[in-house]
């Protein structure tokens, strides 16, 4: 079992920076693909950013590539989301998932954890 807790999110200006950090509480965090995701009003959750176990690999939505940036350090049980030039189009609740198989990192569907989302509000 995982809990996972966000934190770090706010309002910003359009072209300003965030950083979201997720901590993790239970066994074996550098088991775990860690991934975030985000969900607006009326739309459907849709991946941001994923990082393998040991932070090796990253995968980022075509959206934020360039923007964003994933990381994790194991010793410390956290996983975090840089986000620079925030657009409008970022204001979304984002939330922290934890993968046991990390099969497919960019499905929600794939997740055994979740955190209770940390919202984002850029405005332009």
């Known amino acids: 079992q995982v809990q996972l807790v966000e934190s770090g999110g706010g309002l910003v200006q359009a072209g300003g920076s965030l950083r979201l950090s997720c901590v993790a509480s239970g066994r074996a965090f550098s088991s775990y693909c860690m991934g975030w995701f985000r969900q607006a009003p009326g739309k459907e959750r849709e991946f941001v950013a994923a990082?393998?176990?040991?932070?090796?690999?990253?995968y980022y939505a075509e959206s934020v590539k360039g923007r964003f940036t994933i990381s994790r350090d194991n010793a410390k049980n956290t996983a975090a989301l840089q986000m620079n030039s925030l657009h409008a189009e970022d204001t979304a609740v984002y939330y922290c998932?934890?993968?046991?198989?990390?099969?497919?990192?960019?499905?929600?569907?794939?997740?055994?954890?979740w955190g209770q989302g940390t919202q984002v509000t850029v405005s332009s």
């Open positions: 998932a934890a993968d046991r198989h990390c099969g497919a990192p960019t499905s929600p569907r794939e997740y055994d954890y």
């Open positions: 990082i393998t176990w040991g932070g090796g690999r990253t």
